[in-house]
């Protein structure tokens, strides 16, 4: 049984947030430094079907490639992406291609089937961490497997540019030593709330809530309903303080005991012991912002 602290849950959401920060400086810093030596002269053309693939396809090859990235606004949702006569050139012309792929980019590989090319290198991240359509595709969140995806795109600009292979090696360190903030950020809070119970309101971040050990009570058919901006089915979550509640609770997905008795509190996956509801709110990722317009539609404002 997980028990909900407001204050616990501030402490780990200050964390969550300075882990972002340490990510993002240890990726700005991964464009700093000397530049490495280059010899050949090769620009290699590299499309990525979005901006973090992008982003670290572009820090892998230096001055050695230039990278074009079609999805780059957070606003628009990949799978619902339509391709453009401009991507289309991308792809044709590209020598190397990352995609995302388990159906998060579907659009490119048919890009990729309209403009074949006969040396140009794919790299589809599903397919190198075995993952397939319908498998949670937010593959950047796991930090092993961005470490994966980098140490595959180094060994494939090798390949597609053997002159430079120095260079690409050394990229690849700088990007190394840039990600050791992120690395010990993530090893700090393990270290200090592994199998603490979170709940989290989308399938987003499963992967980064494993790799910091965190004990994610949210059920995934929850979390997959949210993230795909649908309401939760009904028996995915149920809210309960007496012991009436029993079957409810333990029959639901996710079972909340809110000021409730010992034995109820047992059978619940949740507890919240707080004076008001918010904190049941904040759980499914209900704003105040989105109970106060609900408010005003009802008149009760």
């Known amino acids: 049984m997980a028990v909900y602290d407001t204050q616990y849950q501030m402490t780990l959401t200050i964390s969550a947030r300075a882990l972002a920060g340490a ?11 000397t530049p490495a030596s280059s010899t050949s002269g090769t620009n290699l053309q590299v499309v990525a079907g979005q901006n973090f693939w992008g982003s670290i396809a572009a820090q892998l090859g230096g001055t050695h490639v230039s990278v074009t990235s079609i999805v780059t606004n957070p606003n628009i949702d990949p799978h ?7 991507d289309a050139r991308a792809f044709a012309t ?19 089937s309209a403009n074949p090319g006969q040396n140009r290198k794919v790299l589809t991240v599903a397919e190198l ?12 969140y796991n930090p092993d497997w961005v470490e ?27 990007l190394r030593i840039a990600l050791k903030p992120y690395h010990d950020a993530i090893a700090r ?14 399938s987003i971040f499963v992967y980064l809530g494993q790799a910091l050990g965190l004990k994610l009570i949210s059920p995934a058919e929850f ?17 309960g303080d007496g012991a009436n509640d029993l079957d409810m609770l333990t029959r639901a997905g996710l079972g ?19 004076r008001y509801l918010d904190a049941i709110l904040f759980l499914l990722g209900i704003t105040r912002e989105e109970v106060e317009a609900a408010d005003a539609e009802e008149g009760l404002g």
């Open 223 to 239: 979390m997959q309903a949210i993230s795909e901006g649908n309401d939760p089915p009904a028996q995915t979550v149920a809210i």
């Open 148 to 174: 994966k995806v980098a140490d595959r795109i180094t060994a494939d600009y090798q390949a597609l540019d053997a002159a430079d292979a120095g260079y690409f090696s050394q990229k690849r360190e700088a």
């Open 94 to 112: 590209a020598d190397y291609v990352v995609l995302n792929g388990a159906g998060y980019d579907d659009w490119g590989q048919k890009l990729l």
């Open 189 to 202: 809070i393990r270290a200090a709330h592994s199998a603490a119970p979170v709940g989290a309101t989308e």
């Open 23 to 33: 990510m993002l400086f240890s990726i700005a810093l991964a464009g700093c430094g």
């Open 80 to 86: 619902d992406y339509e391709s453009s006569a401009t």
């Open 256 to 274: 909340v005991a809110f000021n409730a008795k010992p034995v109820v509190r047992e059978a619940a996956k949740v507890s919240i012991n707080v």
């Open 129 to 140: 961490l075995n993952k397939k359509a319908g498998d949670n595709e937010h593959f950047w």
